[in-house]
């Protein structure tokens, strides 16, 4: 097999961080593995894991491998470096990833999926009847019944005032815009309901029967968009693998660059911990964060999802638990 003619350009179609091992595929066709330590010029491996796949490079030398084929030696960047850490709108989003090297087709594919959220951020000071919050004691009409799982109550989790709603979000799960949504869950996530109380419903505070799950923090809430989980991508570049793996190599960055931040949210789509909660045409309706800050603990550090069928209403809810 003759080398490849140099220079030329290429592309990172794979690359694993944890064995420091690639693969770069020229524009003439050839496939050439490549190490860690011959890619300095492209990215820096001192500070956090960059997005590889899908950047654009150029090959100046090549070596014979031990186990056949080509490795490249020298290689550098074509083009800036991507960061998809504060990459927020669907026009950003898509911006982005062409610059990462996906195609405009899957591109627009991609900025077309992405779903609006609310954003839930954890406020200090006492709730006023009615608002937004995380945990306390709900407030109810005084025709509520407590709901029950199998004779159990359920607990009370949050409560949302649906004007803080946004707009985009409260159209995209076809949502009232007025009233409060209360959510209860059963232990361990089992037995949900979703209550919705209209406005100027006269709400009072009520003491539940079993003690407070969590303890009552109110919440700000701020509109913001939200990318498909690696599931629902995988999804929509059928096919490409090539796509896959770039937009899983943004998605990871993405979601590195929030750090610790709890991922409290109504609407958008879910961050499982394991895989994703959404089951034949349900909706994620609340995702609910372990959050030291606020004295939430989902089982080992995991997350607790409110699903619906948006066409069924809040009837059809039910919560899943997602644990470490």
Known sequence: MNAPKLPQPGLITAFSYGDGVGRIQLVDGTELRVGSRNLTQVVSFDAEERPLVGVRVEVHEVAPHPLGGFRATNVTRLGKEVSFARVTSPSQWQKTLREAGLSEA???Q???AMRPAAQ??????ACRNGASKIGGHPDVPSSFTWPTHEETPLAFVAQVRLPDVPETVAADLALPSQGLLSFFVGVDGEGAAVLHFAARTRLSRMTPPLDALLEEHCVGVKEIWTPPDLESA?????GDTNAVRIYEAAWHDHQRARGDSPLHRVGGYAVPV??????DGERLLLQLDSDDAADLMWGDMGRLYFLFA???????????????
């Open 106 to 108: 899957h591109a627009t």
């Open 110 to 112: 991609l900025r077309a």
């Open 120 to 125: 839930l951020s954890i406020k200090k000071g």
């Open 234 to 238: 995988d999804e929509l570049f059928t």
């Open 274 to 279: 394991q895989d994703s909660p959404e089951h």
């Open 310 to 324: 948006p066409a069924r209403g809040f009837a059809s809810a039910r919560s899943e638990l997602q644990s470490g």
